[in-house]
């Protein structure tokens, strides 16, 4: 299995800052119960995304934040490797190969993502795929169907969970 550390970073970044969001905290009165003495601008692009962050780091902003790591890493893993029921698996693969008129509008943006991804697939919610489904004006179901068409062709369905190597 690959692991696409960005896409890792960017959803755990998201996580980070959805926990603090909630809390009603700005990232300096986070920052206030850290036990270490990090910038703000550090805090930021953790959150952001685009700083990996050490597992030291990682437990120290979750225990300030009154979150279990473990339970953090949880709701990451599921939004990265597809065991969430709010993303939806998309083969990119097959999308850059499909010439039917009807996913046109998609193929650049999916060799687009091919290209920046190490993996040919990626997980959207809902909502990315009913704003695709306008662009290539067919109803959402309808295009659901069809990304399901192309995914079962590679060997993989949408919405089906990844083998994460278990084989019990």
């Known amino acids: 299995m690959l692991i696409d550390a960005d896409a890792f970073q960017r959803v755990l970044g ?15 009165e986070l920052n206030e119960r850290l036990q270490s003495d990090i910038s703000l601008q550090t805090l930021a692009t953790y ?3 685009t700083r990996h962050c050490s597992v030291v780091r990682l437990v120290e902003l979750c225990l300030a934040l009154g979150e279990p790591p473990q339970d953090l890493l949880a709701r990451v893993h599921r939004r990265v490797f597809g065991d969430d029921p709010e993303q939806i698996r998309v083969n990119l693969a097959g999308v850059v190969a499909d010439n039917s008129p009807g996913l046109s509008p998609l193929r650049r943006w999916a060799e687009d993502r091919l290209k920046q991804s190490n993996s040919p697939e990626i997980q959207l919610d809902r909502s990315a795929l009913e704003h695709m489904a306008e662009l290539c004006r067919m109803p959402t179901a309808q295009l659901l169907t069809k990304l399901a068409e192309l995914s079962s062709s590679s060997g993989t369905s949408i919405g089906e969970p990844p083998d994460h190597g278990r084989h019990d």
């Not at 959805?18 to 700005?26: A, D, E, I, N, S």
């Open 14 to 28: 998201e996580e980070l800052r959805k926990l603090r969001k909630q809390r009603g905290w700005t990232r300096k």
């Open 47 to 49: 959150e952001l995304g």
